[in-house]
């Protein structure tokens, strides 16, 4: 205790003299930072969890497995940009629930991050705003005249229609979906393999003639066809529709032609005698999926990619897929699209990344956020398996280059297609919140569940989110 | 005696050495009053019992001349105190006016089987599921072959399907007597029913003919869809109405399920689940929702849902009259009739799922207990318990007859159902076929985990699930 405090005194007495030095050596915008030493404290006030330097850049991670799990990821996906291009700039990454950081703890202890890596479309009002840090980023973008239009429009549409006229957040990773496929499977059915531009109609007939059972001896084996988790299908669907009145706030529509469209193009996979709806694990944890739709930290999960995961998780998956027998076994395409000739594919499960309100170093997080959406950054982040939010074909190229695990499967499906651009409403239909309502009830509640017909089971989420919004209103709650 | 146990204050053991000493003098007393309707002369134990808990407390103290009873397995005898007097505890006091008896249900006070062996003290009799404690590895309860005989106790009255279940568990001995059977019936919505105008299910009806209604009872209607038919699927098999056991009765060690009889059962339910919109959930979709036509489930089921106040604790009864008012399942509105058949004239229904009396190896008034389980065996207490609801074991067809007449919230509904047909018989394997042990066969991954989460054919779920128990049968065999 008495040693930690005097640790403490001698930092801070550190961190003062060496302020005015790194100002000078240009790593800080001018006149920002803060004014002494920044703890975060546990809830209840009674630890210290982590210290901050005066001119310390505190950036938070969220939503991310990967920078999660592995130390080296975050100074190979985040720390080594930073450090070339500021070399005199201190910054510390805090991945969520490290040393137990919440944002609770910003609360408790008044020191919010600079910069937070957050899902725009969920988090910008659950997280951001209900801790207070939603700061507009357009004065900043127009002093360094950072050009929004290289960014993904739909990522973009994303951003607008959460920010509600202003720009909340700048996009920077995506979280894609990619289509993995078992050769060994439909190699048994003599089954020509996926594609890019495939359409669900053709999916589904390779789904039928891959689901099927073989007896070998004493093994016996059911293989399903196709597995798409519906949660994900339907809320990022390829229409880019959302949930909600165009032109009326707080309302929940999904009682239309186009919804109930995206929802029987799916269903009718899963009414497939032997293709029930279980999970996308089963593609590699029993060999029993010939196609199945997952992201991309699945596709480094799986590939084993070594920088990104623990020792004993990448033993674990190893195991899981030699007993299985698809070590080796598969490749990657493009989601199915819609219609034939569409190369539409999810909306964007994309991060992005907030200059907090609180931050003392928000011009300085600026030029970092800057410098991380760079032609340069966002290719050598995708040549380390991360699909950036640039996409210039030369970028779409060099996905996966440096990961040797990678190598040998069909890379350009990551980049392939566009991503579903979804309508930006007025800020008066948007409102200041965002209604997180149970659009997984369609699927995994009403139809899996409870055997519901896609219409009936539309209708009824419909009537009861509307409802639930209803009654969160007259509560006093605004999203 | 335990240290532990005496260190709660002065009075507290004051009061232990008083009941000690009380005890003792009792004991002469209470062997006398064998001829009164007590203790058995001879019988009894030398003081005081304690059941002690995990940190040494004392959870029960029973007197010298205390008749211990333990239940297990009944959610009415669990949930209410007053069913335990109705239902037990009144016959036993006006035949045995002398004899004391505590009843105690499963973690009542905490107290589990864990608690005797630590405590050394056991019950003398124990109520839990016949089929639940085999020969092979009992240690615990005795071979009441000699009682049966000493007091000419005649087995034949009791249902032959129960019996042949506690004989191939005896292996040559009798390990229970059997005492009532929670047997299973079907529950259908009249609602429902007639909102399609089909005809209310009947005795004798034909599991072809419940199909037939499950399809047409399958339908939307506004913003809710209805299911046909939901029966558990676990115990369809393992109580199944052709009494086929899953183990061979010729060969040792060896599970048996790809027979043609195995076969058709599973399909016969298999059929019902491919219906599109009658996905198996569980049978709350009948009671809880509202929204299913037909279930199968158990008597105790149907004394739950009557509700009747001494089965029923209130906050039950208020919750399910809560439930009820919003599904629209009020008395009157549905009724019960026996399950389905497999062929038409047959009045098969499921192996019973059949409560019996064991006694301890430990008990030291094993024929107090006797006496008490002959007395619950009687004609009169029978019949008296069928008038309360509870389906008992013997041939005479006055229990069927008298079912639930004393129950209020019993009446309109077609009581004959209870008893209708007659309990499929399992076959009494000799020792030289059960082989090493009774093997534990999990019948429930045959349609939950194959047919339903994988997707198997029901045939080849059954083939699956065979040659993964003898392959981990042979497997422990070598070790």
Request: some cysteine.
């Amino acid at each position: 205790m008495r040693a930690s405090s005097k640790l403490t005194i001698m930092m801070l007495a550190l961190a003062l003299l060496l302020l005015p030095a790194s100002a000078a050596m240009a790593a800080l915008v001018e006149g920002e930072g803060y004014s002494g030493v920044r703890k975060i404290l546990s809830e209840d006030g009674s630890q210290v969890l982590l210290e901050l330097e005066p001119d310390e850049l505190f950036i938070f991670v969220t939503n991310n497995k990967i920078m999660e799990k592995s130390q080296v990821a975050r100074e190979r996906l985040l720390g080594q940009y930073i450090r070339a291009r500021f070399p005199d700039l201190k910054f510390r990454i805090v991945v969520w629930d490290d040393m137990g950081i919440r944002e609770k703890n910003f609360e408790a202890s008044g020191v919010y991050p600079d910069m937070v890596l957050e899902l725009i479309d969920r988090n910008t009002t659950r997280t951001i705003k209900t801790y207070g840090m939603d700061w507009d980023l357009t004065p900043l973008i127009e002093k360094y005249n950072f050009d929004l239009s290289r960014i993904d429009e739909a990522s973009m549409a994303i951003v607008y229609d959460r920010s509600t006229g202003g720009v909340l957040a700048i996009p920077f990773e995506i979280n894609d979906y990619i289509l993995f496929y078992n050769k060994a499977i439909f190699d048994k059915r003599n089954e020509t393999y996926p594609y890019a531009g495939m359409t669900y109609d053709v999916a589904f007939t390779k789904t039928r003639k891959l689901t099927f059972d073989e007896e070998a001896g004493e093994k016996i084996m059911s293989y399903k066809g196709y597995q798409q988790h519906p949660d994900q299908y339907l809320k990022l669907n390829q229409l880019g529709l959302i949930p909600f009145s165009l032109t009326e706030r707080d309302k929940v529509v999904l009682d239309t032609p186009e919804w109930l469209e995206v929802v029987e193009n799916l269903s009718r996979f899963y009414d497939i005698r032997g293709n029930s709806w279980n999970k996308t694990d089963d593609f590699w944890q029993k060999g029993n999926v010939a196609m199945a739709v997952d992201h991309i930290e699945r596709l480094l999960q799986v590939a084993m990619v070594e920088d990104y995961w623990p020792a004993n998780e990448r033993e674990q998956w190893l195991k899981w897929q030699t007993d299985a027998g698809v070590l080796g076994n598969w490749d990657i395409a493009p989601i199915p699209v819609m219609f034939e000739g569409d190369d539409t594919i999810y909306r964007p499960n994309v991060t992005g990344w907030f200059i907090t309100k609180q931050s003392q170093m928000k011009e300085t997080a600026f030029q970092v956020i800057m410098h991380l959406l760079s032609d340069e950054v966002q290719k050598g982040r995708a040549m380390d398996g991360m699909k950036g939010v640039i996409m210039t074909p030369e970028i779409a190229a060099a996905y996966g280059k440096n990961l040797p695990e990678l190598q040998g499967l069909n890379l350009e499906a990551v980049y392939w297609g566009r991503n579903a651009v979804q309508p930006i409403r007025s800020p008066e239909v948007a409102g200041s919140g965002y209604w997180d309502i149970a659009l997984w009830k369609v699927y995994r509640l009403y139809i899996v569940q409870q055997g519901y017909l896609p219409e009936i089971a539309l209708k009824r989420v419909e009537q009861e989110e509307n409802q639930w919004i209803q009654d969160q209103i007259a509560q006093g709650k605004q999203w | 005696m335990s240290k532990t146990g005496i260190t709660r204050s002065n009075s507290f053991s004051l009061l232990l050495i008083i009941g000690l000493v009380v005890g003792l003098v009792l004991v002469p007393v209470v062997l006398v009053q064998a001829e009164t309707g007590g203790v058995v002369e001879g019988e009894g134990y030398d003081g005081v019992r304690r059941i002690y808990g995990d940190n040494g407390e004392v959870l029960l103290e029973l007197q010298p001349d205390e008749l211990f009873i333990f239940t297990m397995n009944s959610k009415i005898l669990e949930k209410s105190k007053p069913a335990r007097e109705k239902l037990i505890g009144q016959y036993i006091r006006e035949k045995f006016p002398n004899l004391k008896f505590r009843i105690v249900d499963w973690d009542e006070n905490g107290i589990r089987e864990a608690n005797f062996e630590k405590s050394g003290v056991y019950p003398d009799l124990w109520f839990n599921l016949v089929a639940n404690v085999s020969a092979d590895k009992n240690t615990m309860f005795i071979d009441l072959t000699e009682l049966i005989d000493k007091y000419g106790f005649d087995l034949s009255r009791i249902n032959e399907a129960c019996m042949a279940i506690v004989k191939d568990r005896g292996l040559g001995q009798i390990l229970a007597i059997p005492f009532q059977i929670n047997d299973y019936i079907l529950f259908y919505n009249k609602t429902i029913f007639d909102k399609k105008g089909v005809a209310y299910p009947y005795a004798g009806m034909t599991y072809d003919e419940a199909y037939a209604k499950a399809r047409t009872l399958t339908f939307g209607e506004g913003i809710t869809m209805y299911k046909g038919y939901a029966q558990h699927p676990d115990f369809y098999l393992q109580q199944n109405q052709l009494g086929l056991v899953p183990l061979s009765t010729t060969e040792p060690n060896k599970v048996v399920l790809t027979t043609p009889d195995w076969i058709d059962l599973a399909d016969n339910l298999a059929r019902f689940y491919e219906i599109r919109g009658n996905k198996w959930n569980s049978t709350d979709d009948f009671f809880v929702l509202g929204t299913a036509a037909m279930c199968v489930d158990t008597i105790e089921r149907l004394l739950q849902v009557t509700l009747h106040p001494e089965y029923v604790s209130a906050g039950d009864i208020q919750e399910w009259q809560r439930r009820f008012a919003q599904n629209g399942l009020q008395p009157g509105t549905w009724d019960i009739a026996p399950i389905p058949q497999l062929k038409e004239g047959d009045a098969s229904i499921y192996i019973p799922n059949v409560l019996g009396w064991f006694i301890t190896e430990q008990s030291q008034m094993k024929e107090t207990a006797f006496q008490v389980i002959m007395h619950l065996l009687s004609d009169e207490v029978q019949i008296a318990r069928s008038k309360d609801g509870i389906k008992g074991v013997l041939n005479n067809p006055e229990l069927a007859v008298n079912y639930g007449v004393n129950i209020p919230e019993l009446q309109g509904l077609d009581l004959s159902a209870v008893y209708w047909g007659k309990n499929a018989v399992i076959p009494v394997r000799d020792p030289e076929v059960v082989g090493y042990t009774y093997w534990k066969v999990d019948l429930w991954k045959v349609f939950r985990q194959y047919v339903f989460q994988d997707g198997y054919r029901p045939e080849l779920a059954l083939k699956k699930v065979e040659t993964e128990h003898n392959q981990a049968i042979q497997q422990q065999l070598a070790q």
